[in-house]
């Protein structure tokens, strides 16, 4: 067991955990120099001009091994499989490098934005007023140390999950066809700390984003969408049983009301 019922309670009532060292240096030094050498040296890339998608840095390490190792061969996937039951996570075929890069010095922003992915506006590959959940969790990499806020930090709203569930539950997840709902949520949103090779792994109707970069360094992760082997046949109905995909997460919370 990697987890404990604290993590998984925790989990459950905050959205996101982060799990340290899960990933070995080995693998987070050979993915950074990779990604810094792409960087360097392909540049953007990922045009997607059909879909109005601009381009982005990283487009060619998408399914590379240096990558997608990380998560298919270290405890990543012990992580995910303990909340979502054994044998129940696929495998990552593609996960894709976030470099945040730093503002220039005096030109620093505080401003947060959120948002719940799947949600189309026409520039992202769904057309506006659409939605879809075709992913159960998200898994985030860090691979250079981000030990304070504002330095492009993964940012949750903990517990915004639950209170999308209701609202979803009174009103139907067809609202999502106006765009994100907004309502009251219960905490103010963190911006996750964590150092090269932590884990932060989070429900997939977590408000997120990533705040803005006013640190000296370029903040480097990798992020993936893990799936459960049953996520299309469930798909958006997802919104309104969050639990339905996560075995281990149930079993605390069942054990709890017993």
């Known amino acids: 067991m990697i987890l404990s019922k604290r993590q998984k309670r925790q989990f ?9 060292g899960v990933v070995p240096q080995v693998m987070i030094k050979a993915a950074r120099q990779t990604v810094n050498h792409s960087i360097g040296h392909v540049g953007i890339g990922g045009e997607d001009l059909v879909n109005h998608r601009g381009g982005f840095h990283c487009a060619e390490l998408l399914d590379a ?5 990380m998560f298919n061969k270290t405890p990543v ?3 995910a499989e303990e909340l979502m039951g054994q044998g129940n996570v696929q495998a990552v075929g593609r996960a894709k490098v976030y470099p945040r890069f730093p503002l220039l010095p ?3 922003k505080k401003r947060l934005g959120g948002h719940i992915d799947g949600l ?22 860090y691979l250079a140390d981000v030990s304070r806020p504002w330095s492009g930090n993964f940012t949750v709203w903990p517990g ?9 539950k009174q009103y139907g997840h067809g609202v999502l066809k106006e765009g994100r709902p907004q309502i009251d949520l219960p905490a103010d949103p963190v911006m996750v700390t964590a150092e090269a090779g932590d884990l932060v792994i989070a429900h997939h109707a977590l408000m997120h984003g990533a705040c803005a970069n006013n640190s000296p360094d370029v903040r ?9 082997v049953a996520v299309e046949a469930l798909g958006a109905d997802a919104y309104l049983q969050i639990w ?3 075995d281990g997460v149930r079993e605390v919370l069942e054990g709890e009301s017993a």
């Open 12 to 20: 459950a009532d905050e959205g996101y955990l982060v799990v340290q």
């Open 65 to 69: 091994s240096v990558i997608t190792d």
């Open 77 to 79: 996937m012990r992580v």
């Open 106 to 108: 005096g030109d620093e």
């Open 120 to 141: 189309g506006n026409g520039t992202n590959g769904q057309p506006r007023g659409s939605y879809s959940r075709n992913f159960t969790a998200f898994a985030v990499i």
């Open 160 to 168: 915004s999950h639950r209170a999308y569930e209701a609202h979803f």
């Open 220 to 228: 480097l992760a990798a992020i993936s969408r893990l799936k459960h």
């Open 244 to 246: 339905r995909e996560w």
